[in-house]
């Protein structure tokens, strides 16, 4: 197949990644910066066999994709700012029952209906923390087109694994953006689907973990069937007021991130091997960063980029070790401190955490970046 | 060519979108690199609306303008809102609608009847981001005319082509009739 350049949008290399992945159902109600992916996946999907539905809201959005991921398919649903609030809830059943599910946040600014249509980053501990209780979760944050194709790819490969809901963060600038991309062929992908019952129905129960704590998942309506609830519940699926069992679950669906901490955790670093100073930023602030680094370094300032990739969970022990390298950290975000909250927490007492903040609807510049550096110097 | 830093400001609704995006197209056909980016207001029509490209041999890091070599202003508002950025040097293409007062003394300042001739002499107000993509090219040279063509035909809608054409031939003609202020 002959390979070709082409013009292509962060949205749409989301929904590109998502059918390459195997996406075949999206439900949503479309919002600004994120609407393009609605409308791209009502065009492509039913192309592959697939169906798109526009709900009458983000939470019915987050219900249905839910439901169909029960029955088998892998899904998908999209959108930013206020209805990633209203997903809130229904994540959190995802967490609980365990159902395979993509949640994409093209991030804009808020809080409520904000700024619609500028770019933020103000959603980092909401897509850990938006659901409330102890609940596992993870982030993938891209910061490019290629990236957005490749990480959507990941989401929908992380969540079928580990049957645990993915939020893909993005922001207005990598949704909206148009680069020069070249999309892999799809035989160079891997592809995961989630594991499913070898035993029979009769002997099947749903939530009984296998050794990588993740339970086998059957599909509605092929024999096997079980009960599905947001309540505490034991291996049968069904409710318990046990502490015991209460106990249990919600350790192991905590733990079932840790142990597979490594397979999860990604990230990106740069010049770090000589660094004094850290730049450590995600998202479209990354690019600024990186920016940065390359004027800096042409005037000879020893300063390295780390970009976490996997932003939840939180690549804890590489920011750690750098930590004890480096002489200060600076983390720029589009918010007023979200993220380096991490930072500041792995850094106690070792290293220096320095802030740059924007929270008017522009992207962070390049030299607000350099400015804050020449200060720390 | 190192790098070019394009920003297409206008009202919402004049096609400045789809001019970045057939720009972008036009350089990624002469085989270089390109981004684009907007920024626009919650409004569907009206308001100030920019478009930008940047256009370059190498990586591009920073995916937006900070060093404008080369600003269209279609509106006197979009102009107020934009033109800051504009380079000492750089290029700056108004509408003939558009006055830019006393601070142009730095840049190469043309201004070219473009609205006018969407809308009186081809009588399709819709071609005006066309027209101002031929007038950019003709006075910048940014991408060549053959790559800036063969963009602009694959992105407009079936049965356009021949009215596209003409808007681009004659943006040039505006363009290279336009003197320089």
């Given at each position: 197949?002959?390979?070709?350049?082409?013009?292509?949008?962060?949205?749409?290399?989301?929904?590109?990644?998502?059918?390459?992945?195997?996406?075949?159902?999206?439900?949503?109600?479309?919002?600004?910066?994120?609407?393009?992916?609605?409308?791209?996946?009502?065009e492509?999907?039913?192309?592959?066999?697939?169906?798109?539905?526009?709900?009458?809201?983000?939470?019915?959005?987050?219900?249905?994709?839910?439901?169909?991921s029960?029955?088998?398919?892998?899904?998908?649903?999209?959108?930013?700012?206020?209805g990633f609030?209203?997903?809130?809830?229904?994540?959190?059943?995802?967490?609980?029952?365990?159902?395979?599910?993509?949640?994409?946040?093209?991030?804009?600014?808020?809080?409520s209906?904000?700024?619609?249509?500028?770019?933020?980053?103000?959603?980092?501990?909401q897509?850990?923390?938006?659901?409330?209780?102890?609940?596992?979760i993870?982030?993938?944050?891209?910061?490019?087109?290629?990236?957005?194709?490749?990480?959507?790819?990941?989401?929908?490969?992380?969540?079928?694994?580990?049957?645990?809901?993915?939020?893909?963060?993005?922001?207005?600038?990598?949704?909206?953006?148009?680069?020069?991309?070249?999309?892999?062929?799809?035989?160079?992908?891997?592809?995961?689907?989630?594991?499913?019952?070898?035993?029979?129905?009769?002997?099947?129960?749903?939530?009984?973990?296998?050794?990588?704590?993740?339970?086998?998942?059957?599909?509605f309506?092929?024999?096997?069937?079980?009960?599905?609830?947001?309540?505490?519940?034991?291996?049968?699926?069904?409710?318990?007021?046990?502490?015991?069992?209460?106990?249990?679950?919600?350790?192991?669906?905590?733990?079932?991130?840790e142990?597979?901490?490594?397979?999860?955790?990604t990230?990106?670093?740069?010049?770090?091997?000589?660094?004094?100073?850290?730049?450590?930023?995600?998202?479209?602030?990354?690019?600024?960063?990186?920016?940065?680094?390359?004027?800096?370094?042409?005037?000879?300032?020893?300063?390295?980029?780390?970009r976490?990739?996997?932003?939840?969970?939180?690549?804890?022990?590489?920011?750690?070790?750098?930590?004890?390298k480096?002489?200060?950290i600076?983390?720029?975000?589009?918010?007023?401190?979200?993220?380096?909250?991490?930072?500041?927490?792995?850094?106690?007492?070792?290293?220096?955490?320095?802030?740059?903040?924007?929270?008017?609807?522009?992207?962070?510049?390049?030299?607000?970046?350099?400015?804050?550096?020449?200060?720390?110097? | 060519?190192?790098?070019?830093?394009?920003?297409?400001?206008?009202?919402?609704?004049?096609?400045?979108?789809?001019a970045?995006?057939?720009?972008?197209?036009?350089?990624?056909?002469?085989g270089?690199?390109?981004?684009?980016?907007?920024s626009?207001?919650?409004?569907?029509?009206?308001?100030?609306?920019?478009?930008?490209?940047?256009?370059?041999?190498?990586?591009?890091?920073?995916?937006?303008?900070?060093?404008?070599?080369?600003?269209?202003?279609?509106?006197?508002?979009?102009?107020?809102?934009?033109?800051?950025?504009?380079k000492?040097?750089?290029?700056?293409?108004?509408?003939?609608?558009?006055?830019?007062?006393?601070?142009?003394?730095?840049?190469?300042?043309?201004?070219?009847?473009?609205?006018?001739?969407?809308?009186?002499?081809?009588?399709?107000?819709?071609?005006?981001?066309?027209?101002?993509?031929?007038?950019?090219?003709?006075?910048?040279?940014?991408?060549?005319?053959?790559?800036l063509?063969?963009a602009?035909?694959?992105?407009?809608?079936?049965?356009?082509?021949?009215?596209?054409?003409?808007?681009?031939?004659?943006?040039?003609?505006?363009?290279?009739?336009?003197?320089?202020?």
């Amino acid at each position: 197949m002959k390979r070709k350049h082409r013009l292509m949008q962060g949205n749409e290399a989301c929904v590109e990644g998502a059918i390459a992945a195997g996406m075949k159902f999206y439900a949503g109600y479309p919002i600004t910066p994120s609407t393009e992916i609605a409308e791209i996946s009502a065009e492509k999907l039913p192309l592959v066999g697939g169906k798109f539905i526009q709900m009458e809201d983000e939470i019915a959005g987050m219900a249905a994709i839910i439901g169909a991921s029960l029955t088998g398919l892998k899904s998908m649903t999209a959108t930013s700012g206020p209805g990633f609030s209203l997903k809130q809830e229904n994540i959190g059943y995802a967490a609980i029952a365990e159902i395979p599910c993509v949640i994409v946040n093209v991030q804009r600014g808020g809080p409520s209906t904000g700024l619609p249509t500028s770019p933020a980053q103000g959603d980092v501990m909401q897509a850990r923390w938006g659901t409330h209780g102890d609940h596992p979760i993870i982030a993938l944050t891209p910061s490019s087109v290629r990236e957005t194709f490749d990480l959507t790819v990941r989401a929908f490969n992380l969540t079928e694994k580990y049957r645990v809901p993915v939020i893909l963060l993005m922001d207005e600038v990598i949704g909206h953006m148009r680069e020069k991309v070249e999309l892999p062929d799809p035989s160079e992908l891997t592809i995961i689907d989630r594991k499913r019952p070898t035993c029979s129905s009769e002997d099947y129960l749903p939530f009984m973990p296998e050794a990588d704590l993740v339970p086998p998942m059957a599909d509605f309506c092929t024999g096997y069937r079980y009960h599905v609830t947001g309540l505490i519940h034991d291996e049968t699926g069904f409710p318990s007021n046990s502490y015991q069992v209460a106990d249990q679950l919600i350790r192991r669906l905590m733990d079932k991130i840790e142990m597979h901490k490594e397979d999860i955790i990604t990230w990106e670093e740069e010049n770090t091997e000589d660094a004094e100073i850290l730049l450590l930023a995600y998202g479209c602030t990354a690019r600024a960063a990186k920016a940065a680094v390359k004027a800096l370094r042409s005037k000879g300032v020893k300063v390295g980029f780390f970009r976490p990739i996997t932003i939840w969970p939180f690549p804890e022990e590489r920011v750690r070790e750098l930590a004890e390298k480096v002489k200060t950290i600076v983390v720029p975000e589009m918010n007023l401190g979200q993220l380096v909250l991490e930072v500041e927490r792995l850094c106690n007492n070792v290293t220096k955490v320095e802030r740059v903040n924007k929270i008017n609807g522009e992207i962070i510049y390049p030299e607000e970046i350099i400015r804050k550096v020449e200060e720390v110097l | 060519m190192e790098k070019y830093e394009v920003r297409l400001s206008g009202s919402g609704g004049q096609g400045l979108l789809l001019a970045g995006i057939i720009l972008a197209e036009s350089a990624i056909n002469e085989g270089k690199n390109a981004i684009q980016t907007q920024s626009y207001g919650p409004e569907a029509r009206g308001g100030a609306s920019k478009s930008e490209v940047i256009i370059s041999n190498a990586e591009i890091d920073f995916p937006k303008v900070r060093n404008c070599d080369i600003l269209l202003s279609l509106t006197q508002k979009s102009y107020d809102q934009y033109h800051e950025g504009l380079k000492d040097g750089g290029i700056l293409i108004i509408d003939s609608s558009v006055n830019v007062g006393e601070d142009h003394g730095m840049h190469q300042v043309y201004s070219v009847p473009i609205l006018e001739t969407a809308v009186l002499v081809l009588n399709k107000p819709m071609v005006t981001n066309i027209v101002a993509l031929g007038a950019i090219v003709a006075i910048t040279k940014v991408v060549s005319h053959d790559a800036l063509e063969q963009a602009v035909l694959s992105r407009v809608p079936k049965g356009t082509e021949e009215l596209n054409k003409k808007a681009l031939a004659l943006g040039y003609e505006i363009a290279n009739n336009a003197s320089r202020q």
